[in-house]
């Protein structure tokens, strides 16, 4: 088992033949990634060699999808162009849209999530500004080192894409079902709360890493969840205990006003919850390690 993510996902990749596309689809196929086209009107009917595989290229997500039974686009395009490119994914009903783009127009966010919640919400949105999801051992969709871990029991979800990259590095011997990097803008598809159901409906994630980090009120409202739904172990940690008040702090997200938003605020939240909250990410590993061991 996996969450929104496994060895049967069928994957293309919006924005393939630039740069940053082609540099991480090479990456994703050597982690075992399925990826079955990339997405490109301009070079539609044209295929890509990545060391001896070739990966055909499509006019649109709709025509990837009827062609290759495609069910996951991970999004490689400009912030000027992604508003669009998600929206025709929503459009063709992709079921998982995986947004990696840094420096996407709130209101662009915005409206693309508002759009698929008008749609129905046929498609689920990760980020943007995220480094996606990894399923251990069976796939991996965005810009997750694929060598730093192996498959075990813990589910992670974070805000932070290096935070993620370093927990799952400090629990590499014990492995991790998936991981998820919701990304920390304003606004995202996938919060902490969706995840942390998914990981609780999920039979083989035993325990589950939380990371947060400063700016807005998700991480009170997952503890809320936590508090209401959750059975399984949560550990969690929260990035930004030193920040200077009302200092915007990396993401666009983090930033802090009065005491709404505070690192310590989310750390009382989340222990009220039953959440055992590390001051550092290892002193976090360490708890995961501690509830794992019993």
Same mark, same amino acid.
């Given at each position: ?6 060895? %049967? ?21 050597? @982690?075992?990634?399925?990826? +079955? ?11 890509? %060699?990545? %060391? ?21 686009? +991970? ?10 490119? +998600?929206? !025709?994914?929503? @459009?063709? !009903? ?13 209101? %662009? ?37 694929? @060598? ?12 932070? #894409? ?7 590095? !400090? ?44 700016? #807005? @009120? ?11 739904? +959750? ?21 666009? #997200? ?6 709404? #938003? ?8 989340? !222990? ?23």
């Amino acid at each position: 088992m996996a969450i929104f993510l496994n060895k %049967d996902s069928k994957v293309i990749v919006q924005g393939m033949t630039g740069a940053t596309g082609m540099k991480h689809t090479k990456l994703m196929l050597a @982690d075992g990634t399925n990826i +079955v086209g990339g997405v490109n009107p301009r070079k539609a009917g044209t295929e890509v %060699d990545f %060391d001896g595989t070739s990966i055909p290229v499509f006019g649109t997500v709709a025509e990837a999808m009827e062609k290759t039974g495609a069910n996951v686009s +991970v999004l490689f395009v400009p912030p000027a162009f992604s508003k669009a490119a +998600v929206v !025709e994914a929503i @459009d063709a !009903e992709i079921p998982l849209a995986v947004v990696i783009t840094e420096g996407i127009a709130v209101h %662009d966010s915005a409206a693309f999530w508002a759009y698929a919640q008008s749609k129905g919400n046929k498609t689920r949105i990760i980020g943007p500004n995220c480094p996606g999801l990894i399923t251990p051992g069976q796939s991996n969709a965005g810009i997750i080192p694929g @060598d730093i871990t192996k498959p075990g029991r813990i589910g992670l979800v974070s805000k932070s #894409g290096t935070l993620t990259y370093q927990m799952m590095y !400090e629990l590499r011997d014990i492995g991790f079902s998936s991981a998820v990097g919701i990304g920390g803008d304003p606004v995202i598809g996938t919060t902490h709360i969706d995840a942390l159901a998914a990981f609780e409906a999920d039979p083989d994630t035993d325990l589950i890493v939380m990371i947060g980090e400063i700016g #807005g @009120d998700a991480e009170e409202r997952a503890a809320d969840f936590i508090a209401k739904n +959750v059975t399984k172990p949560v550990v969690g940690y929260v990035a930004g205990f030193t920040a200077p008040e009302g200092k915007t702090m990396g993401h666009a #997200g983090a930033i802090v006003s009065g005491s709404s #938003g505070t690192a310590a605020a989310k750390k009382e939240a989340l !222990e009220a919850a039953g959440v055992k909250v590390g001051k550092t990410p290892t002193e976090t590993a360490k708890l995961a390690r501690a509830i794992l061991a019993g």
